[in-house]
């Protein structure tokens, strides 16, 4: 399976401010994957993120507050901008390994916004 | 309608005893496939296992044993011997051939020692 790091590992910001989460992957893959989890809830996906190619935003999620970068085939970005206390989370990037159709995820990065 | 059910917000049990965790889904596909994940209090999502639906073995690997049945739509998880080093929040998720998992509310599982 592929080892993911993001950093930050976690963050406190302040309302109105923006954070970038990186996301790096230890080998090529061609799909990653951005969710958030709030506190106490489930995993829901915010965008899938191909290499070469705008990101695909799902309902309720929209480019200009999580605007994501795709530079590679290993690495990623997300922007959780203009931060409201409602954005608090852990923020996690996944990639799908190979021919398994199995999503790895990253360690997940921690936000909390006051 | 695409979902998956863990019905069991938390459960705890006492370090040896067997806990069975369970996970229901619903899809119209007939190619799909199921996961379980497990959360520990660190935050990172650790993959246990993954089944597509043509495949209704069970399977076992170590105090670790799944139960697919595709007539229930239900694929449980049974940890054998819990040990404290189980806590954790479990996740069910289902892909259903469309590469996007839909995950369960997940289950907190709390060993007692």
């Known amino acids: 399976s592929a080892v993911i790091s993001q950093k930050p590992s976690r963050d406190i910001c302040q309302r109105g401010t923006s954070l970038t989460i990186q996301c790096q992957v230890d080998?090529?893959?061609?799909?990653m994957f951005w969710y958030r989890q709030q506190p106490g809830q489930s995993l829901t996906l915010i965008a899938t993120?191909?290499?070469?190619?705008?990101?695909?935003?799902e309902s309720g999620f929209v480019i200009d507050k999580f605007p994501i970068s795709r530079p590679n085939l290993t690495f990623s970005t997300l922007t959780v901008s203009n931060m409201s206390p409602e954005d608090s989370s852990i923020y996690l990037c996944?990639?799908?390994?190979?021919?398994?159709?199995?999503?790895?995820f990253g360690p997940g990065t921690r936000l909390t916004v006051l | 309608a695409q979902k998956v059910t863990q019905a069991q917000t938390e459960i705890s049990v006492v370090e040896k005893e067997d806990v069975t965790l369970d996970c229901v889904y619903e899809?119209?596909?007939?190619?799909?496939?199921l996961f379980w994940y497990k959360q520990p209090p660190s935050g990172e999502l650790v993959f246990l296992i993954r089944?597509?639906?043509?495949?209704?073995q069970n399977e076992i690997s170590g105090r670790y044993s799944w139960n697919f049945q595709k007539s229930t739509s239900s694929f449980n998880f049974t940890i054998t011997a819990s040990q404290v080093v189980d806590s954790a929040v479990y996740f069910c998720?289902?892909?259903?051939?469309?590469?996007?998992?839909?995950f369960g509310t997940g289950t907190r599982l709390k060993v007692l020692a």
């Open positions: 996944s990639v799908e390994g190979g021919r398994t159709d199995t999503q790895y």
């Open positions: 080998s090529q893959v061609t799909m």
């Open positions: 993120a191909n290499q070469g190619s705008e990101a695909t935003y």
């Open positions: 899809t119209r596909d007939t190619t799909y496939y």
């Open positions: 089944r597509n639906s043509f495949d209704e």
């Open positions: 998720a289902l892909e259903p051939g469309t590469y996007k998992y839909i």
